[in-house]
């Protein structure tokens, strides 16, 4: 009989051990949250995508055009915090696009802010400023013929001339001068001197921004409208030079062999404007027509960024007077030619 009540202890203790362990995780999961376990399903979700954040040294995921395009056709996003009445209705060729005052947070309109997309030369301003924080601007740089790309007809840069730095950094920025971008990077050491920019990017956090030349040729530097706007804003407070040469119509340069002056004209046509702080042209046959400018606008500077436009000046005078004149009067009422 003893033997029998032992026997059946053990039995209840066996039964209350597997039971436990049975219903444990269903208690252990209700005492977790929802919280958590939302957590733990985008860790999964993240793992089993082989997530990695972009970065700017490594090997990059590159979108081609046709992709990017068909993410935005999905993507597109509507007017931010606006009671702008000229934004209701406003449809643009641009795939992305930006309206932002420097000085605040507010989003005044946003297009797909976040899609990497080529820039071709707004890469320039970066190039500007790395050039600018190593290249002395007396240093006189010769052409070579690797620097003499032919892309850009209005260039009439030859092998064996030789400028200042600071007056190639001015045609590079004003005629959007390939020639004068390439000559600047192997002077220095082209492969240093893209390996700068991205690190440029490393440090102002343009986690999106990519770049695999210095001039913008490549389909392949890319980057988001956010991340433009903090390359703008980083030019504007450390580095205001460079939107200045940007808002000039035009300046002068000197071939140093033949003492010959030669103007170099800005092909940007706000150039020359009073409201016009300065801003970068750029377009390649991947981009469209991309267009940043920097506006001031009630002693206020806001931004301005169209991405692969078919019309980005037109588009940006759209933009800039739902800024001026939020009620919705018409563009030449406000800013002119």
């Known amino acids: 009989m003893k033997n029998i009540k032992i026997i059946s202890a053990l039995a209840?203790?066996?039964?209350?051990?597997?039971?436990?362990?049975?219903?444990?995780?269903?208690?252990a999961n209700t005492a977790a949250g929802e919280g958590d376990k939302k957590t733990f399903q985008t860790a999964s979700l993240i793992d089993s995508a082989n997530y990695q954040?972009?970065?700017?040294?490594?090997?990059?995921?590159?979108?081609?055009?046709s992709e990017i395009l068909s993410q935005n056709a999905i993507a597109t996003s509507s007017a931010y915090l606006t009671n702008m009445g000229c934004i209701d209705g406003l449809s643009l060729s641009?795939?992305?696009?930006?309206?932002?005052?420097?000085?605040?947070?507010?989003?005044?309109y946003e297009l797909n802010v976040d899609n990497r997309w080529p820039i071709a030369s707004i890469t320039k301003l970066i190039t500007a400023v790395v050039a600018e924080d190593n290249i002395d601007p007396a240093k006189a740089i010769t052409f070579t013929a690797d620097e003499i790309l032919g892309q850009n007809s209005a260039e009439k840069f030859k092998a064996g001339e030789t400028y200042k730095a600071g007056d190639l950094l001015k045609a590079m920025l004003l005629l959007s001068s390939n020639d004068a971008a390439e000559a600047l990077a192997r002077d220095f050491g082209?492969?240093?001197?893209?390996?700068?920019?991205?690190q440029k990017?490393?440090?102002?956090?343009?986690?999106?921004?990519?770049?695999?030349?210095p001039t913008g040729l490549s389909a392949k530097n890319?980057?988001?409208?956010?991340?433009?706007?903090?390359i703008v804003s980083y030019l504007y407070q450390n580095h205001p030079e460079i939107f200045k040469i940007t808002s000039q119509k035009s300046a002068y340069i000197v071939e140093l062999n033949s003492k010959m002056r030669e103007l170099v004209s800005n092909i940007n046509t706000f150039a020359g404007r009073p409201d016009f702080i300065?801003?970068?042209?750029?377009?390649?046959?991947?981009?469209?027509?991309?267009?940043?400018?920097?506006?001031?606008?009630?002693?206020?500077?806001?931004?301005?960024?169209?991405?692969?436009?078919?019309?980005?000046?037109?588009?940006?005078?759209?933009?800039?007077?739902?800024?001026?004149?939020?009620?919705?009067?018409?563009?030449?009422?406000?800013?002119?030619?």
Do not use: W, Y
């Not at 956090?205 to 030349?213: G, M, V």
């Open 12 to 27: 209840v203790v066996l039964i209350s051990f597997f039971a436990i362990r049975a219903i444990g995780p269903f208690f």
């Open 53 to 65: 954040p972009l970065g700017v040294s490594g090997n990059f995921n590159v979108q081609n055009n």
């Open 94 to 108: 641009a795939h992305l696009a930006l309206i932002r005052f420097l000085n605040d947070n507010n989003k005044i």
């Open 190 to 198: 082209r492969d240093k001197f893209i390996e700068l920019m991205n």
């Open 201 to 213: 990017a490393r440090d102002l956090n343009l986690i999106e921004t990519s770049f695999f030349d």
């Open 222 to 230: 890319q980057s988001t409208p956010n991340d433009i706007f903090k």
């Open 278 to 337: 300065g801003g970068k042209t750029g377009s390649i046959d991947e981009s469209g027509e991309n267009l940043v400018s920097l506006f001031n606008v009630n002693k206020e500077p806001v931004a301005i960024i169209v991405l692969g436009s078919q019309d980005r000046f037109g588009e940006t005078k759209e933009l800039l007077n739902c800024v001026q004149n939020p009620d919705g009067a018409q563009a030449s009422d406000i800013i002119g030619n």
